[in-house]
């Protein structure tokens, strides 16, 4: 059997391509070296095969379910493995060692959280969203919330949620409902349901949920909206008033809880006064800044995610069709002689390629995130650091999005590959697809990424300049290398399209219907900035000789020639200024 | 609740556009009118709304499994349905009045169909299996099989099967290993396994699997299958010796039962000579053109499955978008305005939209193909039938991976329009969109189908002049139609690229190179041919008033707009004879 990652393509990308060794030359990252972070990836890489992979297919079969005392059951098989995550500091990982944390680079961490998501990407939410809801709480609250939760959270003894969303405000935050009322002894009462929330309910901890809510007296709309911490278990052991009312049920990403929660209705009022007691985090009104501050990084973790289940399906794909003979090749009409390995047949290679591409192409941007925050931490230079963040802002829709669409993709034709055993449940690939079928709607759907990107990222002043200045660094270096001159000159070329584009369709009197058409802005975009990505991996790989450093040259050949081309139309219809949507009537539909 | 198809869209395409009506003037037809197709649709609706619509969920849920006495056990209401549909004679709707047909147009019978599928496919899959296993025996069958078997199944009692693959074959029907001898009385004895078979086993009545086998001494490869009918039930009611060994559980349509068959494992064995008893139809060596007989149709059948399943799921989102509000427009930032539909969102009108296109572009490829049946059944000039022929085959594999590919990805947006609630099996549309994945597999995988067009179908003398003839009559149409001249000379172009790109990669030393890329062929055609069908539908709505109409001009104007250039980058790399799959090491991989 092949493992769900690879881990020599991380260590090209962590030390060959990034230079991760470098970010230990930075009193920030100095107590690590290229030795520890490959300890970690081994480590990781163990952990998730014996703990993660093999329960994949169990948590998806056993899903949650409330049993008769009102507890979510789930496989023992997911504590253990969360178990197993804690017990190796991996929840700790990224976090400052003045909390407890190893102070790894984000980059090498999310190398790290590859093989998880890969692995099993339901089981692996939990400690995904407990390390975001740590995140948020280091910097937005008080030392005493961090000294009461996160480092708890970084143990594995307390879980953490995000609840944005209601049941009649999903993507539009400005309608959130739940109250939050401040309380004589400084705590708040939160009153509300919650929808959609990952890691809702378990037994696995204790869980903070971090709760968008509205304080008496705050304006409408996302400005009037507040942070409050909201435990299952209030610090003194008693159950606190947040009560479980249904779970989702998914296509897929089944292991992972989805729950509807009400909080202060009553079930478990811990106080005189109705709500579940909460605790503000920060100030009051900043509470959808503060909640960005995890969203952006969760956005680079759902990239990741995406990523990495379509590296598990590729994977797969390329194991089957390996092993597995059909048929002969084109020009051998002899049926008497024996069957080929379904790698022989171009079509199949063409269907590996692409997934290839789509899959090694998401990671390597992922992580590329990850090392701009990585360099934004370290860095001393303001003018510098006002360019890195412009540079990440920009990437940060794309890095969310390209990867959810294409890994998504990668994981359909890795089915494909399988042919009808790819459509069974006895194979991994049919689960892959339903599990990555989520990230393009959480954390974020793809038409909210495409209007940030364009209605706020691209038109920040002088955040394309970086994008520009970026990828242009990129292509002289391979203009001075023989054989990737033509890339360089493809990818030049679609760059001046992007910009012309950019600029005609965020000028003011066309911002309305330049907006309509932003999922095609965001997704030529991507394949731009995808295409940046591969020209850095083969500039990386120039040089060097073998099946990997080929193999890389082989997936740029594919991204430049079958892909690349794919975004001039949809840029010369964003040039049109293009009304179609625009101006639909939705009752001829 | 909306129904699940559009009559109304049906009525158009048959009436408005195909002019169905024109058929009843030959003998063939002439006992049918405009009325009596009406009121079969009419009943198409009431029937999939009553009886297939309302299980499609428990289908899903409760999938077949085998009881304790080795039977398969169903939801009695997919017993229910089919018992309604046969009652309603539709089984035998396409069948000739002298084996107790309808004798139908099969435009207006796949038409009817749409409801079916688009309610259920699941449980239409007997339907459609019975009726291909019909169609193949009233075309090679001896009077005496066509009285045994096609009658009951018109009725009902029986149902049908093709098995062609096996766990080592499943493109390469060359390998198929399943043994038929001739027994002394004339019939046969067969022994092998069969996988994949869907309707395979059930307790819904007699079943008739239709085997490809190979008969001794028998050439290797396709030139060596024979085709055998094996009943489960011989004609003195004991049991044949077909044993079902296991069911495969699928991703979708689980509610069609999927089986491996052992035929003649000695289970049964109802005679001393081992092997179940089968009965060849038609002559020996002969198995794999007479299967293509069914196959072609059936391959339009699953054309229509993509589109109808496709429909299914952007009418619930269409729903859905009209009545679930969210946020507010883009140019209103005042939060305390009230939320408004998912429809005045732009990027919501544009998915929405992208789905009509695709899923009424795809129906009506499917009901142009089978009224190309019907005309071929009712031409009398030889020269006309041959061109028409060449035209049919050509559009047959398109007419089967079209809808396959862009049908799923209307469903895929169906679930994006929905939210998180698309993700959770509360709402339909994740079912249609794993329901509708098996179609680019099934019946010849789309990689198949590429090769068959490229490599069989566009080289036939004169049969892309036939497609090139066909497209140049709706251009000229369009082109004395003011408004839709932006469109002619679009089409015309693309026409001339697609010609172009077709000589260049037949030409012999290309040969092999252009199948390499085939299935970018495909697409890229596919996409030229659906343009030129959207043209047809403009052009017969032009002139006509109201929101049907002016629906049909804004899905044409967003596929000429938004689909249309597509095909450019693709055949501009056809053109080039890339061989980035074709010379690609797959150990690089």
């Known amino acids: 059997?092949?493992?769900?990652?690879?881990?020599?393509?991380?260590?090209?990308?962590l030390f060959e391509w990034l230079d991760v060794a470098s970010l230990t030359e930075s009193p920030h990252f100095a107590e690590h070296s290229p030795e520890t972070f490959t300890a970690l990836l081994e480590l990781s890489e163990d952990l998730a095969e014996t703990y993660f992979a093999p329960h994949n297919r169990l948590g998806d079969t056993d899903e949650p379910r409330i049993a008769d005392d009102g507890t979510v059951t789930l496989p023992a098989e997911t504590g253990a493995a969360l178990a197993a995550f804690a017990k190796a500091d991996l929840l700790a990982a990224q976090f400052d060692g003045s909390v407890g944390g190893m102070q790894l680079p984000l980059s090498v961490f999310q190398a790290c959280m590859a093989?998880?998501?890969?692995?099993?990407?339901?089981t692996t939410g939990y400690a995904f969203l407990t390390i975001a809801a740590a995140n948020l709480l280091c910097a937005h609250g008080s030392p005493e919330q961090v000294d009461a939760w996160v480092r708890p959270m970084l143990t594995g003894e307390t879980f953490g949620t995000m609840c944005l969303s209601e049941p009649e405000a999903g993507s539009s935050l400005a309608d959130v409902t739940t109250r939050a009322t401040r309380s004589a002894d400084g705590s708040y009462r939160v009153v509300g349901t919650k929808m959609w929330i990952s890691a809702g309910d378990h037994e696995l901890g204790n869980i903070v949920h971090l709760v968008l809510a509205r304080t008496p007296g705050a304006p409408a709309g996302v400005k009037g909206l507040s942070l409050v911490a909201v435990p299952k278990y209030l610090p003194d052991g008693r159950r606190n008033d947040v009560v479980l009312m249904s779970l989702n049920h998914k296509t897929g990403t089944r292991g992972t809880t989805n729950a509807v929660l009400a909080f202060g209705d009553g079930t478990h009022a811990p106080t005189p006064e109705p709500g579940a007691v909460g605790y503000l985090v920060g100030e009051e009104r900043r509470g959808l800044a503060q909640m960005f501050h995890m969203m952006n990084e969760a956005r680079i973790g759902v990239g990741l995610v995406a990523a990495a289940v379509g590296q598990a399906g590729y994977r797969k794909a390329l194991e089957y069709a390996t092993v597995r003979t059909q048929g002969r090749s084109l020009t051998n009409r002899d049926p008497a002689s024996p069957p080929v390995p379904l790698t022989d047949h171009p079509d199949v290679r063409r269907m590996l390629l692409a997934q290839k591409a789509y899959v090694e192409g998401g990671l390597a941007l992922v992580l590329r995130c990850a090392m701009l925050v990585d360099r934004l931490r370290v860095v001393e230079d303001d003018q510098q650091r006002r360019r890195l963040g412009l540079l990440l802002d920009l990437l940060t829709p794309i890095a969310k999005s390209w990867p959810s669409q294409w890994c998504l993709e990668a994981n359909s034709l890795a089915i494909q590959v399988h042919g009808g055993y790819g459509y069974s449940r006895d194979f991994d690939v049919e689960q892959h697809w339903r599990d990555d079928r989520l990230n393009p709607i959480h954390e974020g759907t793809h038409g909210i990424q495409a209007l940030d990107l364009l209605g706020r990222k691209v038109t920040a002043d002088g955040a394309f300049a970086e994008l520009t200045a970026a990828i242009r660094a990129t292509v002289a270096a391979a203009e001075r290398l023989d054989d990737l001159q033509e890339y360089a000159e493809a990818l030049d070329d679609v760059l001046m399209h992007l910009g012309h584009v950019t600029s005609l369709i965020t000028e003011p009197e066309h911002a309305t219907g330049g907006l309509a058409n932003a999922a095609l802005y965001l997704e030529a975009a991507g394949h731009v900035v995808v295409?940046?990505?591969?020209?850095?991996?083969?500039v990386a790989a120039h040089g060097q000789e073998g099946r990997f450093y080929d193999g890389k040259r082989a997936a740029a050949q594919y991204f430049f020639r079958h892909e690349l081309p794919k975004v001039s139309a949809p840029l010369d219809l964003l040039a049109s200024h293009d009304r179609t949507a625009l101006d639909l009537d939705p009752r001829c539909l």
């Open 115 to 122: 093989f998880f998501q890969a692995a099993n990407t339901a």
């Open 1 to 13: 059997m092949t493992t769900v990652m690879n881990r020599r393509d991380l260590e090209f990308l």
């Open 531 to 538: 295409a940046w990505i591969w020209l850095e991996l083969v």
